[in-house]
């Protein structure tokens, strides 16, 4: 089994890769949830859904998140009622938060709500959240506190981050499975999803960052930055506003002591010297999911240097 | 100003026809709320949602109910979870609801928000509910007792109607303005709606009876039996079941003590000495409403009973 720490977008590629490549049930998914939030009276939490919707193969490919070709009539009606409406819900999706929120209000914990509508999808990869605790990741951007998805969404991700903190992590513990899931991986992939943002909350939780210090098996990640840019916003301003380069070497800073290998894109093959001196064996691949072919590519070149056999 | 008695459909076709002759403003509709209930974890108010899309001209002319030309891709969505969803909810519908029960979650009483979304969709009519607590009409039918719409929508109104309570009712307290409107009114009118399963909770809030029976202005119903037959299921199964008659005069023993007149159809017109002997005077129309000409019509013959000048 192997256990892949992950946000949304960038999380969703990895793991159809991996997906592709072997099977399902050999792969469980930690993922973030320090983007969850409650908008329009609904339990939202992004990065999940992003996951099963891409492994359902039912995300929409234009927007790499919610549900392909979803309208938005609900969202249109709910402006008559003067309630803001920048963070978007499709019509299909929002049946996907009303059974949450629903699940929520009966005291089901999020882990259990998790894997139901994974389930409902028919994803056979396991999904993790990293805690049934509430997190929340703040963003101080501008001199303001604001939580992940009025940052990125409302306000498009501004350059002007200071600080990220995640509310409630010290108290919060690993959701069940978590620390069993790192402890009996026979390898540990970190996701190129935002190292900040979408990485951050999940080693936040206590005992999470140090088992997988700890871990004696292979710990790879795939980086996030290409070519000096990131994949996704707004892994290239959080990297900035924290003092980290926007480039492999921040991203190996970033995840010092937790991995051994760093799989960097070729357009970085320049980079790989300094991703060395910060504590990672850079492994040189082509990192853009683009097609079958980069898919399978990418999950075998982070198989190899795992040293997992599909 | 008038004050009106109304459930959903005949209530909204009546308050139509009045809207029509009279201005908005001099209007006030006490509205019944014994059919709310939740579904999928939302507050849904079918009444006073009828009501106040017809009266904005955007209810669907085919189903009574919903907005026109609404859509059900959330509702076919949530099937994917294993939910029940016999009682449907369309995409733009559901923004009333989410936008209800978010309010009703900020302890907003259902009289203001009634108002508040009254006043979204730019309708002059005022609309109260008859209770701000909660009152369910709960139909024993087949030795089951079913909630009001369960019984409607889930199993068609089976003809095999016992009893009707309204749970809540006795410790219910008029919605604010209800008796003030009541007192104040210079016609009292029950619109041509279920009278046992609509205007019967309206009745049940201590209070409003008791001020409609002691009004010393006209008060006058119009029948929704129109030649033996319910105009809208289930008035005719719940006046049957309860030992009445489905007819005009059983509708004026149903109101017995509340009414000076009863409007009844043209095709009913030899059950007017009935009607009379039943303690209301009878007064024939067409009390279908098919057109803007059939509106007029029975909107003036109502006033016209109620000595009311447009």
Chains 1, 2 share one sequence.
Do not use: K
């Not at 993922?31 to 908008?39: E, P, S």
């Not at 935002?194 to 939780?205: D, F, M, Q, R």
């Not at 999470?208 to 301003?237: F, H, K, W």
């Amino acid at each position: 089994m192997i256990t892949v720490l992950c946000g949304g977008v960038g999380g969703s590629r990895l793991l159809l890769s991996l997906a592709a490549v072997l099977p399902a049930e050999r792969i469980t998914a930690i993922v973030n949830t320090g983007d969850d939030d409650w908008f329009h009276g609904l339990y939202v939490s992004p990065d999940p859904d992003i996951i099963t919707y891409a492994l359902a193969g039912e995300v929409d490919p234009e927007r790499g998140w919610g549900l392909r070709g979803d309208t938005f009539r609900w969202l249109e009606s709910l402006r008559r009622f003067g309630h803001d409406t920048w963070f978007q819900i499709g019509d299909r999706d929002l049946a996907t938060h009303l059974h949450r929120t629903r699940l929520m209000g009966d005291g089901v914990p999020l882990s259990e709500i998790i894997a139901d509508i994974a389930h409902a999808f028919g994803v056979g990869v396991r999904l993790l959240p990293m805690s049934d605790d509430r997190v929340r990741t703040i963003v101080t951007s501008g001199g303001e506190d604001l939580p992940f998805q009025e940052y990125l969404v409302h306000r498009h991700a501004p350059d002007n981050v200071t600080q990220i903190r995640f509310d409630g992590a010290d108290a919060a513990r690993a959701a069940p499975g978590v620390l069993a899931a790192i402890a009996a991986a026979e390898a540990i992939i970190i996701a190129p999803s935002n190292p900040i943002g979408s990485i951050g909350p999940i080693l936040a939780v206590p005992g999470i960052r140090d088992a997988i210090a700890a871990a004696a098996v292979p710990r790879v990640a795939v980086s996030p930055i290409v070519g000096g840019r990131s994949l996704q916003p707004p892994a290239a301003e959080m990297l900035r506003g924290l003092g980290f380069p926007v480039d492999a070497p921040g991203v190996a800073r970033v995840y010092a002591g937790l991995i051994d290998a760093l799989v960097i894109d070729e357009s970085d093959a320049a980079d790989a010297a300094r991703v060395e001196a910060a504590g990672a064996r850079p492994l040189i691949s082509r990192t853009l999911m683009r097609d079958d072919a980069s898919r399978r590519a990418l999950a075998l070149a982070v198989l190899a240097a795992a040293r997992v056999t599909p």
